[in-house]
């Protein structure tokens, strides 16, 4: 059976130390003396789609890493910037909660945990634009670059 998915087995064979130039859909290498030192990696080769669904969602998840952390392009600015402002927002209501578990560890008695609870400020909800807002502020500052 022709093999399907000739990159991906020619890079399995390079990638087992095998210096060849090319496959062909029947297995066969280039240069052909390196045939033997290929074999085993060409016969342990999973040709199948399913095999090669997992090597391209792989290669994405590598891919996807990379421009997180140095893409310079708008859509990863976006993407640092919307992460940045929930985590903004995750950190805000963090503090609210560590506010309240403070007030609990230092209260002596109720009516001193509602007056503590009472000092801790609200943490209002945030609308849409509001949102939109924060993560244009982020791009425009040049946090997220």
């Known amino acids: 059976m022709a093999i399907k998915h000739l990159s991906q087995l020619h890079n399995a064979i390079l990638g087992a130390g095998v ?17 033997g030192t290929a074999q085993p990696t ?3 080769f999973d040709d199948s789609d399913a095999a090669e669904a997992a090597r ?3 290669a994405a998840r590598s891919i996807a890493g990379t421009v997180v952390d140095t893409d310079k ?6 993407l640092r910037a919307i992460t ?10 963090a ?14 008695s109720l009516a001193a945990l509602k007056t503590a609870i009472a000092a801790i400020p609200d943490h209002p909800q ?6 939109v807002t924060a993560i244009k502020n982020k791009i425009n500052a040049g946090t997220v670059d």
């Open 56 to 58: 391209l969602n792989i």
């Open 95 to 108: 503090l609210k909660i560590n506010g309240i578990l403070d007030a609990v560890d230092g209260a002596a």
């Open 42 to 44: 060409i016969n342990a």
């Open 126 to 131: 945030r609308t849409l634009p509001q949102l």
């Open 73 to 78: 392009g708008p859509h990863a600015k976006l």
């Open 19 to 35: 210096a060849i130039v090319s496959v062909n859909s029947d297995g066969v290498v280039s240069p052909a003396a390196l045939q």
């Open 84 to 93: 940045a402002v929930l985590l903004d927002e995750f950190n805000l209501h």
